[in-house]
């Protein structure tokens, strides 16, 4: 057994063991703040899987939802170069900074980004690519995002098991074209999905034909309706078919996708009815419930402080038919101005804090959180205790 570099064997080391240990914690506050996550993959490469995983999250940035865009096709990576993102991030301070932010909504990282000669390969085995892409969730201010979509390489490999190990609730959109060869080796992502049980959103069918510019009739590049057929053999949900669109391969190509207009590019009206639909089935609103209270409360030295200034934590506590079935302690943001809008999206319905103003106040009431002062209560779940009985009396 190897020595880790510590000095102890590799698993028994408690230094080690911490450090993995926090790595965890930050993965999982950073997806905590991540509502859906979206994983582009294929079962070959050619298929356009890059050109669907951008033009999917430029979409939905378009349609003011919050994005990011993370890249873990580490041997080919496109995306950067297709938006014409071109400078590196500096890693003078021995720290990722932010990802390059493309529109104000959306958040892009590559590892193209962190290469100084973007010509150079990248020659890595599996280990160093897990521990990359987990360094992309940890080290990386993603911040709130309704959507997180990821844009792996071709095939069933290292990058997409370490993303269905990472983030176990993402949900796979697989891409094709008509081909017989492609649809084969779609059979084996689907299986892939299967086997590490990876939610399949769907399969779509890239390349489906090409409307010729002189008579405006669509030809059929390869065969036509292969991706559809094999989706109802295997009983998935078949999202659309997408042309071959010769402005997008051009926009692309010279990092200008930013600038292609939606309304002219027969590709992204094509795409506009699959973002609906992954809109209604992966809704970008809060996880308030039906009948449920989630409340926030300002912690402190494991108590339950009167203002959220005192606190560098809060307690989230889940009640159900009137008793407290969930509680859980997260960091507050340092940014206390984005405090209502990560409430929001985490399905707080009350805040029981002393010190918010007037203005803050109104934010919460129009997001319909209630606002409420504490009584002094010590433990959190006695300060929602108290606001219950309140309610009742």
């Known amino acids: 057994m190897e020595k880790c570099s510590h000095g102890g064997q590799d698993g028994a080391c408690s230094t080690c063991g911490e450090s993995k240990s926090r790595e965890e914690q930050a993965i999982s506050r950073t997806l905590r703040h991540i509502r859906h996550k979206i994983l582009v993959m294929s079962g070959k490469g050619g298929v356009g899987k890059s050109s669907v995983a951008v033009a999917l999250a430029l979409s939905l940035a378009r349609r003011g939802h919050q994005v990011g865009l993370m890249d873990v096709d580490l041997h080919g990576p496109n995306v950067l170069r297709m938006l014409g993102l071109k400078d590196p991030l500096d890693l003078g301070a021995g720290q990722f900074r932010l990802p390059p932010e493309v529109l104000h909504n959306l958040k892009v990282i590559s590892i193209e980004a962190l290469m100084r000669n973007r010509e150079l390969a990248v020659i890595w085995r599996g280990p160093l690519k897990h521990q990359l892409i987990r360094q992309f969730l940890t080290e990386i201010q993603w911040g709130f995002l309704d959507y ?67 008579c405006g009739k669509e030809l059929p590049l390869f065969k036509k309706g292969g991706g559809e057929r094999t989706a109802q053999t295997f009983n998935v949900p078949f999202l659309g078919a997408l042309p071959f669109d010769p402005q997008v391969v051009e926009a692309a190509d010279q990092g200008r996708l930013l600038e292609l207009s939606e309304e002219q590019s027969v590709f992204f009206n094509a795409l506009r009815p699959l973002v609906t639909y992954l809109t209604k089935v992966l809704p970008p609103t809060s996880r308030q419930e039906p009948g449920v209270l989630c409340f926030a409360v300002p912690v402190a030295d494991g108590r339950a402080a009167p203002r959220f200034s005192q606190s560098s934590r809060f307690a989230l506590i889940t009640v159900k038919d009137g008793q407290v079935a969930g509680q859980e302690l997260l960091d507050t943001p340092p940014e206390l101005a984005e405090f209502p809008v990560w409430l929001e999206r985490l399905g707080v319905t009350h805040v029981l804090a002393a010190d918010l103003g007037q203005g803050a106040r109104e934010v919460f009431k129009r997001k319909g959180i209630e606002v409420a002062a504490p009584e002094g209560a010590e433990r959190p779940e006695e300060a929602v205790q108290q606001y219950l009985n309140s309610q009742r009396g």
């Open 148 to 214: 997180l979509v990821i844009d792996a390489p071709p095939g069933t490999g290292d990058e997409p098991m370490s993303v269905a190990q990472t983030i176990p609730e993402a949900q796979a959109l697989i891409v094709t074209t008509p081909q017989e060869i492609s649809l084969a080796d779609v059979r084996k992502s689907i299986n892939f999905c299967q086997k590490v049980n990876l939610n399949l959103l769907g399969l779509v069918e890239n390349m489906s034909g090409y409307s010729c510019p002189h």
